[in-house]
């Protein structure tokens, strides 16, 4: 079982549709990453999280320590939005280095 | 403000060729710095990672090898390319373990 799991590993929406991408996690953390990868490969920090809820424009990432799972909202989606979006923990077992989820595939459609 | 380089952006080397990956950061003192890879289709693999000048830590056992000469460079490096070393090669570069990371634009090495 991969520590950091994320679903669903493809998702096709139209565009303006409300989006959720999921992360359960099975280690303890310090903090959970929520990654934009763009289809040239770059890669951008979306959020750092260890409690609560944060919101920048369109994007609110939520996380439950005591559920160990996160989630990643869309809304009003673009397709812009367009991306692979990675999930990842830092891993206080691991001297608290990323580890990565396996990425949601996003494909927004106009 | 920091920014991150990474070069060159693509490139195609033959088995058994070798391999010089330059990462350097601008606008920060004593970065973590890390080298990860992306095979096709899969996710993020953490392959080394640098907490100070000459301190290089391996994740997997591979034909891959880092150095840090520099402060704010790091490098990636192999004596013979193999195919299975094809892939997505991004540097990324932190103030600390569990601090935000900020990535390179990455080098897509194709070994043919």
């Known amino acids: 079982k991969n520590e950091v799991e994320q679903s669903p590993q493809n998702l096709t929406a139209q565009e303006g549709e409300f989006i959720t991408i999921n992360c359960s996690y099975s280690v303890g953390i310090s903090a959970l990453h929520w990654l934009q990868q763009h289809p040239g490969g770059g890669i951008v920090s979306l959020f750092m999280?260890?409690?609560g809820k944060k919101k920048h424009g369109r994007l609110i990432a939520t996380i439950n320590i005591q559920e160990k799972h996160s989630s990643l909202h869309i809304t009003a989606s673009h397709p812009r939005d367009s991306a692979v979006y990675i999930c990842?923990?830092?891993?206080?077992?691991?001297?608290?280095?990323?580890?990565f989820g396996a990425g949601t595939i996003l494909r927004v459609k106009s | 403000s920091q920014t991150i380089h990474q070069w060159p952006a693509t490139l195609v080397q033959p088995v058994g060729s070798p391999l010089s990956l330059e990462c350097t950061v601008e606008?920060?003192?004593?970065?973590?710095l890390y080298w990860y890879r992306q095979a096709a289709g899969r996710g993020l693999q953490l392959l080394f990672y640098s907490v100070g000048i000459g301190q290089i830590s391996s994740e997997v056992p591979q034909n891959l090898s880092a150095s840090r000469p520099q402060d704010r460079q790091f490098i990636l490096s192999s004596k013979k390319l193999l195919l299975s070393d094809s892939g997505f090669y991004l540097c990324?570069?932190?103030?600390?373990?569990?601090?935000?990371?900020?990535f390179g634009p990455g080098t897509r090495l194709t070994v043919t």
């Open positions: 606008g920060t003192s004593n970065p973590n």
């Open positions: 990842a923990v830092s891993n206080m077992e691991y001297g608290n280095k990323l580890v």
């Open positions: 999280l260890s409690s």
């Open positions: 990324a570069w932190s103030s600390g373990f569990g601090n935000e990371q900020y």
